[in-house]
């Protein structure tokens, strides 16, 4: 069976939070066209838990989110909750962490996947609850600022484990 350590409720709280934090400074959806550091704190949290590391990540922040944004609580829960686990999926899928290190671009490929994926599908959703107008631009926009974000986070991930904290989980 799957045994969740105290550690990991610990840092899973601690990432959200901070997750959390940042959402709140910026409305939707211009939270979504500046760097966020949401990518890098669920990457982070697949990467040091494992593979469900993202997605409890995810459960904090979404959570903590719908709070504060009551009218928009399910999708907000439910676009936090699909962004964990496709990282999750996309760390799985391709292969991410190895048992010795972390491959920088298959971390890039899925961060950014994941970002443009949550992205777009968010966005349509803002325009069938009509939050917002289809406009060629704003999906290109979307599309480029999920790909800028995802490869961000990729870099800053990949460079936080390796210089910090590779040496204290063993890789």
């Not at 105290?6 to 211009?30: C, D, H, N, Q, R």
């Not at 107008?133 to 979307?142: E, K």
């Amino acid at each position: 069976m799957f045994e969740v350590k105290p550690w990991e409720i610990a840092l899973s709280a601690l990432f959200g939070v901070v997750i959390f934090v940042f959402k709140t400074v910026l409305p939707f959806p211009y939270d979504k066209f500046l760097f966020a550091p949401q990518p890098l704190l669920l990457a982070l949290g697949s990467l040091l838990m494992g593979i469900p590391g993202a997605t409890f990540v995810s459960l904090v922040s979404g959570s903590l989110t719908m709070l504060l944004r009551s009218s928009e609580a399910f999708t907000i829960f439910l676009f936090s909750i699909i962004y964990g686990v496709l990282i999750d999926g996309f760390f799985l899928v391709f292969k991410v962490k190895t048992s010795k290190e972390v491959k920088l671009y298959r971390l890039l490929v899925s961060l950014a996947f994941s970002s443009v994926i949550v992205g777009v599908i968010s966005y349509y959703v803002a325009i069938m609850l009509n939050v917002m107008p289809f406009h060629t631009i704003i999906m290109l926009a979307t599309m480029f600022s999920g790909l800028v974000n995802g490869v961000i986070a990729g870099y800053l991930t990949e460079y936080i484990w390796r210089k910090k904290l590779a040496f204290f989980v063993g890789s």
